[in-house]
């Protein structure tokens, strides 16, 4: 993986073919034109694509951070580029400068909603009038779609809201993922039995619907199941923030400090407020017995 802001800088690359964008979900469509990019690039071209960072523009939401899509991207058939999005750069410049001059495309692939650059104005026609003068071919993907409907982050994120995340799963190729720093908490959940890791998730970050969940953890490479809860411990504490609390079923270790990826999977209840710690604690067994149900012949137990 590349850092994409050092090209500026550096000795650009040559014969390439380019796809470009936020990716943001890194949802089937996206694989679409990624997988086209890395056809289309054959034996001749090197297969390039360029992964916008949305985290630092204002007042931006979305479904992964830059951190997020690279996991997701991390075995894709092309190289990938981080950059910053080009949100403050008039979009014949980057064409221009960025992907024809530095990244040398001889091809660039896109979808056919493409927008991209200062206030969005680039797009489709832009890169069609572009491609004589730049001397790249432009080859624009169809827009895919699941159930007849084309696969938009809107689509997913409604899914979410109302509690189907397999729905979204089928859209998006992959679970939902938080990555982020394991931090102290209050040891609330070790002092009921149940140890647990907490996760802060950033500003911008589109969030499912609060609950319990069935979820994925994964420490150093290992799958494990486990129960995550979305929300604000309101049987606990009552935090002022969401927070994401994982309890790690077949698992012992000290996980403070690590960047851990959770992939909810599968909402088993909303949020309920308790009235005891051991009414918590009985829900919280039941919690796990779901978990272990949810995944009964997807995962070994």
Not at 46 to 65: C, G, H, I, R, S
Not at 144 to 169: F, N, P, S, W
Not at 269 to 289: G, H, K, M
């Amino acid at each position: 993986m590349l850092d994409g802001s050092a090209w500026y800088k550096q000795p650009g690359m040559q014969d390439t073919c380019v796809t470009f964008g936020a990716f943001d979900g890194v949802h089937l469509g996206h694989w679409s034109v990624i997988d086209k990019t890395a056809e289309l690039a054959g034996e001749t071209l090197t297969p390039v694509a360029v992964v916008f960072d949305e985290e630092q523009v204002d007042d931006a939401l979305f479904l992964t951070t830059q951190e997020e899509k690279l996991f997701f991207l991390r075995d894709a058939p092309v190289h990938i580029i981080s950059h910053a999005s080009p949100v403050v750069t008039p979009p014949e410049e980057y064409v221009a400068e960025f992907l024809a001059g530095r990244l040398g495309a001889r091809k660039i692939v896109v979808g056919e909603g493409c927008r991209f650059g200062q206030d969005g104005a680039g797009g489709v026609e832009l890169l069609e009038r572009l491609s004589g003068k730049l001397g790249y071919e432009l080859h624009i993907c169809p827009m895919l779609t699941q159930d007849a409907q084309i696969i938009t982050k809107e689509r997913i994120c409604q899914a979410y809201d109302q509690g189907r995340a397999v729905d979204a799963e089928k859209m998006l190729g992959h679970r939902y993922v938080i990555i982020g720093e394991v931090y102290h908490g209050r040891a609330q959940g070790r002092n009921i039995g149940f140890p647990t890791i907490n996760q802060m998730p950033p500003k911008g970050k589109y969030l499912p619907k609060l609950g319990a969940y069935a979820s994925i953890t994964e420490v150093d490479g290992v799958a494990y199941k486990s129960m995550t809860n979305i929300g604000r411990r309101p049987s606990l504490d009552n935090l002022d923030f969401i927070n994401f609390e994982t309890y790690i079923l077949d698992f012992s270790g000290n996980l403070y400090g690590k960047r851990i990826a959770v992939q909810p999977a599968h909402c088993i209840r909303d949020v309920i407020s308790f009235t005891s710690r051991e009414a918590l604690q009985r829900q919280i067994s039941r919690d796990i017995e779901a978990v272990r149900d949810f995944f009964a012949g997807i995962l070994p137990c």
